[in-house]
């Protein structure tokens, strides 16, 4: 479809702000930075990340844009197939860092769709990890002309590694608000999904948004658990000051701050500011240094975004 110049800013901005969060998270990971720490992309963390590195959040949702980006329906039969593919080309690069849940489905190397979710379903125990949620944000850059089509898309692609209600629904929920935001420019999408989706649905996530926007990270602090994580990233972005597209920065800093999962999480909240705010809300300095598998840079996300919203047609013919 035809965007404007804002609409193609904030195309870009999903990608971009995505790795952004994850990166300046990564150095923070799984500890609570103290009030008054200064939060940037220094790197480290437990894995040792170089200061503007992405990690594993950024690399799928790399992957799901990649095959979005060739044209095919990525929520179904061959595209789908080339999603779950992509995992499996990701997870054998040997990256440092993998979710329990994906490690336990990926290390099986299904090369189909069919395959790989029988395997997510196979896993006993707790799925509702947050590893599906951190890369649904590319989806709604292949669906900004169907949000039906857009929610079920996310759906299947978090079904390929991550068997669990809550998880899906959260997929459901972040994509359509992502698809809202480059498309109108507002978080409305967020409480807007609630009203198209079933009741059940609305019941269930309509008063953990409340608490997210009332409440504090101690409200829910496990944010490996995917219902947790988009209270924190719901928390961090509703919580800072929206008044212009400093935003961004101030909601991505305050997700980090929340802690624990800070990378997963911000990563999380990266998808939507990006989304609402745009590329060029990232900070300059923030842009330069972004990098990671399978060795791209900030302006090869701008790329990757745009070949998605085009569905792999050249750009003069859009």
């Known amino acids: 479809m035809e965007l404007t110049e804002r609409q193609t800013d904030r195309a870009a901005g999903v990608l971009i702000a995505t790795a952004a969060g994850d990166a300046l998270g990564a150095g923070y990971e799984f500890t609570t930075p103290a009030a008054d720490a200064v939060i940037d992309l220094v790197g480290g963390g437990m894995f040792d990340w170089a200061p503007g590195e992405w990690t594993d959040d950024t690399s799928m949702a790399v992957a799901v844009a990649e095959v979005a980006a060739s044209g095919v329906d990525i929520g179904r ?27 336990a489905v990926l290390s099986a190397r299904d090369g189909s769709a069919t395959a790989m979710q ?37 759906y299947q692609i978090g079904a390929l590694t991550h068997d669990d209600q809550r998880a899906g629904e959260a997929c459901r929920l972040w994509s359509h608000a992502i698809r809202h935001a ?40 496990k944010n490996g658990w995917v219902v947790h994580a988009l ?16 935003h961004l920065r101030l909601a991505l800093e ?15 909240a990266g998808g939507l500011l990006g989304a609402r705010w745009g590329a060029s809300a990232v900070p300059d300095r923030w842009r330069r240094m972004l990098h990671g598998w399978p060795g791209y840079s900030a302006d090869d996300l701008e790329r990757l975004a745009m070949a998605a919203v085009r569905r792999g047609e050249p750009a003069d013919r859009r």
């Open 254 to 268: 305050r997700a980090v701050r929340a802690g624990n999962d800070t990378d997963t999480t911000a990563a999380i």
């Open 118 to 154: 029988r395997r997510a379903r196979s896993i006993t125990g707790r799925k509702g990890g947050n590893g599906s949620l951190m890369r649904t944000a590319p989806v709604a850059l292949a669906y900004l002309d169907d949000a039906e089509a857009c929610a079920e898309a996310a």
């Open 182 to 221: 480059v498309l109108f420019g507002t978080f409305n999408g967020v409480r807007e999904y609630l009203q198209v989706a079933p009741a059940e649905v609305g019941e269930y996530w309509g008063p953990l948004l409340d608490q997210a926007e009332r409440g504090t990270p101690a409200d829910f602090p």
């Open 231 to 246: 209270q924190t990233a719901w928390w961090a972005i509703s919580g800072a000051d929206d008044s212009g597209p400093h």
């Open 77 to 103: 039969d061959d595209g789908l197939d080339a999603v779950a593919a992509q995992f499996v080309r990701w997870i054998d690069s040997n990256p440092p860092d993998v979710g329990n849940q994906t490690r």
